[in-house]
């Protein structure tokens, strides 16, 4: 298992989207860490391909905050799951 992270995205891709993941340039702030973390994607993609392996990428984004929005129809799904009382 390999730990990734949405600034892997293209700069411009919505969010919980991983179909744009490869699919323009990344934010240029986070251009470093994106090729990092693209490069161990691609790591576990030759593994499998090489070794019959089912190595996988996962990201564990949308973590929450203090100052998240909880809002059942546009938070992310960690705030959405713990929503607080109004």
Same mark, same amino acid.
């Given at each position: 298992?390999?730990?990734?992270?949405?600034?892997?995205?293209?700069?411009?891709?919505?969010?919980? @989207?991983?179909?744009?993941?490869?699919?323009?340039?990344?934010?240029?702030? &986070?251009?470093? =860490?994106?090729? %990092?973390?693209?490069?161990?994607?691609?790591?576990?993609?030759?593994?499998?391909?090489?070794?019959?392996? @089912?190595?996988v990428s996962v990201m564990p984004t949308n973590l929450y905050?203090? &100052?998240?929005? =909880?809002?059942? %129809?546009?938070?992310?799904?960690?705030?959405?799951?713990?929503?607080?009382?109004?």
């Amino acid at each position: 298992m390999f730990l990734g992270s949405s600034p892997s995205t293209r700069a411009t891709a919505p969010a919980d @989207q991983e179909d744009y993941l490869l699919t323009g340039p990344l934010e240029p702030t &986070n251009e470093p =860490y994106a090729i %990092a973390k693209i490069a161990g994607i691609k790591l576990c993609e030759a593994y499998n391909a090489q070794h019959g392996r @089912q190595y996988v990428s996962v990201m564990p984004t949308n973590l929450y905050g203090s &100052n998240d929005n =909880y809002d059942l %129809a546009n938070s992310h799904v960690l705030p959405a799951l713990l929503r607080r009382p109004d």
